[in-house]
């Protein structure tokens, strides 16, 4: 249903991990989770999944503590780690049955789910498998079944798309919004935010242990969208200025010059640039990762205020 993230701090010894953490997944929602490496997006999502307590703050999952209510607040959460780390001796279905004992399940009902379950994570084959002979896209499909077994309203996802191959990463994209639709709500970290563009539907960005801004991914698509064309010429003279400060504001770099607040009029530009030779021509299109280190440099910014 949601998870609710109610100023949690984390400190290790003098180090400050994360300060005032607040946000809220509702369901029905993505959210993407964004930071550099060492932001604290694990340390965040360790603490919503009831493995490590904040020093300060509490997470309500549908309505439960995870501080005072940890059992029942961590029953309603789906956990897929960073590094699932599977180094046990043991088949994966035989594993699989022994995690879903934790739930309350028998071992022939959750023969039935791991039939189910091992099939929907695509590792139909290989139940019999070695865990620690899984490959660490395996393993994360692995996490993902057990995940599933409680069908929880609440999902995390760490890191789940680094190192996985392009059909890997399609799977959880695919996943992502088929969890959606069923009303969950799902939290998605990553460091790249290209990354989580096509999956999330707000973005929390986290810098050094705090959150600097919440934005909707239409937003931040708003952001990135500039006005500026860009022409490329064999040769420049002082007099192009002049002509080109008709179709904007101007800006000379070499051989290219960068027209901001560009007014649409490619035609006419042409026509008036026909004596420079124009080698190349086009809209600037605005890069995601720049909105990331913007909002990095604003708050580096304040900071020193
Ligand atoms: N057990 C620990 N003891 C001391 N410091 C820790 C511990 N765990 C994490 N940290 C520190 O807390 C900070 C946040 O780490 P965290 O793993 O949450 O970052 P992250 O955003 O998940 O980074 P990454 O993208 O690299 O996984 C880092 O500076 C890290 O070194």
């Not at 919440?214 to 500026?228: C, D, G, L, S, V």
């Not at 600037?284 to 020193?304: A, D, H, M, P, Y």
């Amino acid at each position: 249903m949601m998870i609710e993230v109610l100023y949690i701090w984390k400190k290790y010894g003098n180090f400050t991990a994360l300060q005032d953490v607040r946000f809220t997944v509702y369901n029905g929602e993505v959210v993407g989770y964004v930071g550099l490496n060492g932001a604290g997006k694990t340390t965040t999502i360790e603490i919503i999944a009831g493995v490590s307590y904040p020093t300060r703050g509490d997470v309500i999952i549908d309505g439960y503590s995870i501080v005072k209510e940890k059992k029942e607040a961590a029953k309603n959460v789906g956990w897929v780690p960073e590094l699932p780390i599977f180094e046990q001796d043991v088949r994966a279905l035989d594993y699989f049955i022994y995690l879903a004992g934790y739930y309350g399940i028998d071992k022939e009902e959750a023969k039935k789910k791991a039939e189910e379950l091992f099939s929907l994570v695509g590792l139909q084959g290989r139940e019999k498998d070695k865990l620690k002979n899984y490959s660490q896209g395996m393993k994360k499909r692995f996490a993902l079944a057990v995940s599933l077994i409680s069908d929880p309203n609440n999902f995390l996802f760490d890191e789940v798309l680094n190192g996985l191959d392009p059909e890997g990463i399609m799977f959880f994209r695919d996943l992502a919004v088929k969890l959606k639709r069923k009303n969950k709500a799902v939290l998605f970290s990553s460091h790249i935010l290209s990354e989580v563009e096509n999956i999330a539907d707000r973005v929390v960005f986290i810098h050094k242990g705090r959150i600097i801004r919440q934005m909707p991914m239409r937003e931040i698509r708003n952001f990135i969208k500039t006005n500026t064309f860009r022409v490329v010429l064999g040769r420049i003279d002082k007099d192009v200025i002049k002509i080109v400060e008709k179709y904007g504001n101007p800006r000379i770099q070499g051989n290219t010059i960068f027209i901001e607040n560009f007014d649409g009029n490619i035609s006419g530009l042409c026509a008036d640039l026909s004596n420079y030779d124009i080698i190349e021509m086009g809209k600037v299109k605005g890069n995601l990762e720049e909105v990331f280190f913007r909002l990095i440099g604003e708050q580096n910014e304040t900071s020193i205020l």
